[in-house]
């Protein structure tokens, strides 16, 4: 290139730049094509930047998902929460019955029973409060996702907690004749079930053939009794447990770290199977601590009423796994607005694409909680002001971690609907690709 033919490209350059500018201004502060992209839906700090009403989110869909319930006799069911009913028609808003008051350890998987009932609610209560993100349709030709309503959960609870007592063969037996209900529904046999949801919340939910349905979306509290070619975050929705003790909902103390005099705080169970043997190590570990409240019990009325208690008094709770990685400690936890210590190596968290953990919990692994005097030397340097920013944090989301009915904007299971149509392109791509494929998949084949 010439001497002389260097100022006519450099001129160029900067004319080009200019307009490159000037159009990004017009599209930032006049035009209607929103530049922030999907992150800016989950980031506070984006939010709080202006916004232009005429944007419209690029990634989420404005209508709410569409869901076609199979009508299911209430044996399946509600029938469980009434045994002595002899009705079998399926169960209308009308008709569901309210979740018993006293329900024991049973109220912490009964995120079957929420997500029935957030499909029931009539058209004006999802107008008033319910989030918008999911409707019940009643032709399933419209249907985005189809939903199951078998209480498996309950099921194993009320037919088959014992395992090895007959009854349980009626747990079976209902297991058995909802797989051959859903193989004759044409809607299942056109996706092999991968657009199906089934609640599957207590880890030993639909045990005997859970097998047969492992494309479908499952609901899970973690992935502790799954193998991984069956259940897996790529497709399945890990749900929070229905939370036993009361919500905080008045906690407006003036200095809330130190009115909390209580260091760390545990109250359940010390004999726990596999990676929940930690909780009778941690014991050892830490019952001598002035500060810390180490107490072994067992589920009741007045148990779950000092839990409460001990939570709402406790800067840091004690969340070590149970039989599986995950208990409903954790979110007794988040409702009292106590820091959670999660001690769990394969622990995981539910809505976890949307919310970071890390700003209102701690984690240690097992190996540095076992480490003497570690973890509790890590909690008494933490700031006071460290701590308050997470005592906030969890106020502001606890919402998410409430079930009830009729649902309410981002409460619990409005987030998991949410989690759901997160799943829904990987479960389209499989059936579409299934469909056309004449050989069996090679990507499954060794290359």
Known sequence: MSNCEKPMYKKAGIILAILVFATFLYLFFIGTVDLR??????????????SNPKWVPPCRSLSPLKVYMYDLPRRFNVGMLRRRSSDETPVTFETLPPWPTVSGLRKQHSVEYWMMASLLVEERENENGSGGEVVRVLDPEMADVFFVPFFSSLSFNVYGHNMTDPITERDKELQVDILEFLRNSRYWQKSEGR??????????????????????????ADFGRYPKSMSNLKKD???????????????DTPDPFESRTTLLFFRGRTVRKDEGVVRAKL??????????????SFASEENIRLSTQGMRSSKFCLHPAGDTPSSCRLFDAIVSHCVPVIVSDQIELPYEDELDYSEFSLFFSTDEALNPGYMIEQLRQFPKERWLKM???????????????????????NMLWRQVRHKLPPAYLATHRNRRLKIPDWWGRKR
């Not at 506070?44 to 930047?49: I, R």
């Open 37 to 50: 992209g999907s992150h800016y839906y989950l980031n506070p700090f984006l939010q709080s930047l202006p």
């Open 195 to 220: 657009d199906h949801v089934i609640p599957m919340h207590h880890p030993n939910a639909f045990r005997f053939l859970r097998e047969q349905v492992n494309a479908s979306i499952l609901i899970v």
């Open 237 to 251: 929705v890990v749900s929070p447990y229905v939370h036993v003790v009361d919500s905080y909902t008045d906690d």
């Open 283 to 296: 014991q050892k570990l830490l019952e001598d601590y002035d500060d810390v409240r180490f107490e072994r």
């Open 391 to 413: 005592w906030n944090k969890l106020k502001n989301i606890s919402h998410h971690y409430e079930f009830q009915y009729p649902p309410k904007k981002g409460d619990a299971v």
